[in-house]
């Protein structure tokens, strides 16, 4: 079971997470979207393709753009379609 936590909250849950490059992407239907707000933020991974971000928001602190996701990702990125994964501070078990 992998948790993503921040601020006390927990972000996402899930057993069926996708790992790639160290990173755990979350399924849409682990994410506990409430504390999520996205940003118009965006970046390009070679391989992966277009990520967009998500600033993470609990209890009124904001850790901006600290969740991504590839809603169109290449072929060879096909699996992390539409999970989100997480950085900057946010912490992630399992």
């Known amino acids: 079971m992998a948790r993503a936590m921040w601020n006390g909250a927990v972000l996402a849950e899930s057993d069926d997470t996708v790992v790639v490059e160290g990173n755990h992407y979350f399924p849409p239907s682990a994410l506990k979207t409430e504390y999520l ?3 118009s933020s965006t970046s390009i991974c ?10 993470v ?14 809603k169109e990702p290449s072929e060879a990125a096909a ?14 078990e399992g």
């Open 57 to 70: 928001v609990v209890d009124g602190r904001e850790n901006r753009n600290a969740a991504w996701v590839y």
């Open 37 to 39: 707000e996205p940003t």
């Open 79 to 92: 699996a992390i379609k539409g999970y989100v994964a997480f950085w900057r501070g946010v912490t992630v």
């Open 46 to 55: 070679p391989w992966k393709g277009t990520a967009e971000y998500f600033s």
